[in-house]
């Protein structure tokens, strides 16, 4: 059972920038990790992922604005947030044990709120 804490949200204005922090229970290296998002009455969104690999991945409007990362250890996944928008407003939260990026992920945090202001 991994557990996941989000850390890192809060309210910022457009263009401004944020850092999320999802701290782990166990060692997440090697394994699917990613970043969802969702705003009020939308759908659940992928944002970004760490492969098995260490490769990275980027939903298309996050692409060049948002920067995944992982700590040495493996316990800690990282969101940089760069050029931040309004419509990047939503809950933000982090998960591992995926088949992909995209896929149905075992393991959920809380989630942390990110609102963006015009």
């Known amino acids: 059972q991994v557990q996941l804490v989000e850390s890192g949200g809060g309210s910022v204005q457009a263009t401004g920038s944020l850092t999320l922090s999802c701290a782990a229970s166990?060692?997440?290296?090697?394994?699917?990790t990613a970043w969802f998002r969702q705003a009020p009455g939308k759908q659940r969104e992928w944002v970004s992922c760490?492969?098995?690999?260490?490769?990275?991945g980027y939903a298309d409007s996050v692409k060049g604005r948002f920067t995944v990362s992982r700590d040495n250890v493996g316990n800690i996944l990282y969101l940089r947030m760069n050029s931040l928008k309004p419509e990047d407003s939503a809950m933000y939260y982090c998960?591992?044990?995926?088949?992909?990026?995209?896929?149905?992920?075992?393991?959920w945090g809380q989630g942390t709120q990110v609102t963006v202001s015009s």
């Open positions: 998960a591992a044990q995926g088949p992909s990026c995209t896929g149905s992920y075992r393991y």
């Open positions: 166990e060692n997440i290296r090697g394994i699917y």
């Open positions: 760490v492969k098995p690999n260490d490769n990275r």
